[in-house]
């Protein structure tokens, strides 16, 4: 089965945004093309890849960009041989796999074959959506708004505050300021006021009528007062407003505050999610 690489985002067919769109296990993976096709990704090194079928269907699509582990939409073992022989050969440190489970064990079995290396689970989450937002039964002070230009150091700040907290890949720290730039530069960024900001959200682009939320960070002198839980209830109603048909998210299912309080604004889990870590 042909499997195509290349550092171009120009490079990489419509066919691939078509085959993207309509799951929700592969939004991140659609949003993040969204984001190279419109130049937020420009300099980051990404890499795309697709194979292909006999009449030249889209069977599955990974990318990367480095410093993070290779991200990969549902696909078999035979399917994944043909990736990880084909990645290999551009990109021999890669440092792990990130997606659904049955969909990561099969490309981990495969690096593993290549490489004669093992691999270790790094962190499970649940996938979770929302269509209709269940109000907070006790809201908060204050109220959500688009952050701005001034708030960028902040938004930094934040950035590799929740990349310690939430244990995300160390290489999320280095590019906590080109993250902040592209959500900024997207209108992306949000914070929840209080006299001051006292939590932030971004978005992702939406993509077939759903709407990512991620990363969801409070300061811990701010925490158990309401203001991340009606942060995304806000954010949500006012996406599914402008015609959104649904709203997701991840949570780390070691982290039993972050179920509990999405799900009581309306999420419900509907899939799983896990990050591989490849050891040579």
């Not at 074959?113 to 937002?133: F, I, N, Q």
């Not at 809201?139 to 929740?162: I, K, M, Q, T, Y």
Request: proline letters at 6%; a neutral charge.
């Amino acid at each position: 089965m042909p499997v195509s690489f290349t550092r171009e985002v120009a490079d990489v067919p419509a066919a691939v945004d078509e085959f993207l769109a309509p799951r929700v296990e592969r939004n991140v993976l659609a949003s993040l093309l969204v984001h190279a096709r419109a130049g937020r990704l420009a300099g980051s090194g990404a890499m795309f890849a697709w194979g292909t079928g006999d009449r030249g269907e889209v069977r599955f699509y990974a990318t990367r960009t480095p410093g993070w582990p290779l991200l990969v939409s549902e696909l078999g073992p035979s399917d994944a041989q043909a990736l990880v022989e084909r990645w290999l050969e551009e990109d021999p440190r890669v440092p792990g796999v990130t997606g659904v489970p049955r969909t990561v064990h099969a490309v981990a079995a495969a690096w593993a074959s290549c490489t004669g290396g093992s691999w270790d689970t790094r962190m499970r989450e649940a996938l979770h959506l929302l269509s209709h937002v269940r109000e907070p039964p006790r809201p908060p002070a204050g109220s959500l708004r688009r952050a701005r230009e001034e708030d960028r150091e902040l938004l930094v700040e934040w950035e590799h505050a929740f990349v310690a907290d939430a244990g995300v890949i160390a290489s999320a720290a280095a590019d906590a300021e080109r993250t902040v730039e592209r959500r900024l530069a997207a209108g992306s960024a949000y914070l929840w006021q209080d006299e001051r900001p006292v939590s932030m959200l971004g978005l992702a682009p939406q993509v077939a009528g759903t709407v990512r939320i991620g990363p969801v960070y409070t300061p811990p002198e701010h925490r158990r007062r309401g203001y991340a839980s009606a942060a995304v209830a806000a954010v949500c109603r006012a996406a599914l407003a402008r015609g959104a048909h649904q709203c997701m998210l991840f949570t780390d299912l070691a982290n039993a505050t972050s179920n509990k309080i999405y799900a009581a604004v309306g999420f419900r889990r509907v899939a799983d999610w896990e990050e591989l870590e490849f050891r040579r």
